[in-house]
């Protein structure tokens, strides 16, 4: 179940009715947000929405993947800049 700001609320298709309105199958979320701690001191993501989604935690790439990504997405960049 999810309850928004505004007072709708959205379940699971087979528990729908008047008062709330049915999640589609396929529904998904993708967020980013920082890990909490230093430096960050952000919310707590998995504490704050771990009861209604799955969280799943991806490490930052290595520098060199970064930068092969970066080169992909930006061919005619020089390598001294992408390593600012």
Not at 20 to 43: D, E, K, M, W
Not at 50 to 70: K, R, T, W
């Amino acid at each position: 179940e999810i309850l928004l700001v505004d007072g709708r609320r959205f379940v699971k298709c087979v528990a729908a009715s008047m008062d709330a309105s049915p999640i589609h199958p396929n529904f998904q979320v993708v967020a980013l947000a920082n890990r909490p701690g230093y430096p960050f001191l952000g919310n707590d993501f998995f504490r704050e929405m771990g009861d209604c989604f799955a969280c799943h935690a991806i490490q930052n790439p290595d520098e060199e993947s970064e930068v092969a990504m970066l080169q992909s997405y930006a061919p005619d960049v020089s390598l001294e800049l992408l390593h600012l």
